[in-house]
């Protein structure tokens, strides 16, 4: 994760717009913590593995440790505006495993009819943009989560923590290795959701190509799929699920994306 990417090939992502959002999630570079250590965060937003592309709003980031069923205090986050990343740290107090939460808040956006935006609920957006009709609205949010320390007795990395939008394991990422099959479950609202387009890709694959995922699939009527682990490191599964309704009388497009991360020694 100590690599850069060049400035240019940023802006020319940025310019063309080929992506519509950045994925959201912790990584680190300790490949084994345990009891005592004091584990380096950092929280990307990026298109490109494992590189940081766009630092957003503080306010909108929130870093969390849940272990024993407990979630912590949100986690402080420091700036790294070298490497383009929030930066934090847990230190282990045992060797219980801990998965560490990210939440980007969720947001509005208001489309107006000739194209400009404004961020905010349609309400907030009326009262500050009185002369403006409003066209279109769009929801987003984003959770990951990363399985810092699992360990191999244990079950609860297969327990969902409740997102909107949730991929659960079904294998214990504390038990996979080169050539592991590894399926996981999409979760929408607590139950499967079948169909779901989900990518799964690993840090050093194409870090300079934008979304380059080594591989995708779609789940199956159980809300289930199978990625192969190919390579050792690590490893980072997510899908975003979009759909429409209405807010406020608008009609509304709703993204939601969630993210697993592990390491694979």
């Known amino acids: 994760m100590k690599k850069i990417i060049s400035l240019a090939v940023v802006l020319c992502a ?6 519509s959002a950045h994925e959201f999630f912790v990584i680190t570079d300790v490949k084994a913590p345990k009891a005592g250590d004091t584990v380096p965060l950092y929280l990307l937003s990026t298109h490109y593995f494992t590189v940081g592309e766009e630092l957003e709003d503080i306010k909108y980031n929130k870093v969390y440790a849940r272990q024993n069923g407990s979630r912590s205090a949100p986690l402080p986050l420091n700036t790294n505006n070298d490497r383009v ?29 000739d194209g400009s935006r404004a961020e905010g609920t349609p309400d907030e957006v009326k009262a500050a943009n009185p002369e403006k009709s409003i066209s279109e609205v769009r929801f987003l949010h984003k959770v990951s989560k990363t399985y810092l320390n699992p360990a191999r007795n244990d079950t609860s990395f297969s327990t969902p923590l409740g997102y909107t939008l ?15 099959k590894a399926k996981f479950r999409v ?9 779901a387009k989900v990518w799964a890709t690993y840090d050093y694959y194409d870090y300079k190509t934008m979304n380059a ?5 779609t789940t199956d009527s ?13 490893w980072i599964v997510g899908l975003r699920d979009s759909r429409t309704s209405t807010f406020q009388g608008l009609n509304t497009t709703e993204n939601n994306d969630s993210i697993v991360v592990f390491t694979v020694p």
């Open 213 to 217: 995922y080594e591989q995708t699939g």
């Open 222 to 234: 159980k809300g289930e799929l199978t990625f192969r682990i190919s390579n050792p490191g690590i």
């Open 14 to 19: 940025l310019i063309t717009g080929a992506a």
């Open 187 to 195: 979760l929408y609202n607590g139950a499967p959701l079948p169909g």
């Open 166 to 180: 949730e991929i659960v394991p079904l294998d214990n990422p504390a038990r996979l290795k080169k050539g592991s």
């Open 85 to 113: 990343w929030y930066e934090t740290e847990f230190k282990l107090a045992g060797n219980d495993p801990v998965i560490i939460e990210a939440d980007r808040a969720a947001t509005y956006t208001c489309v107006f009819a």
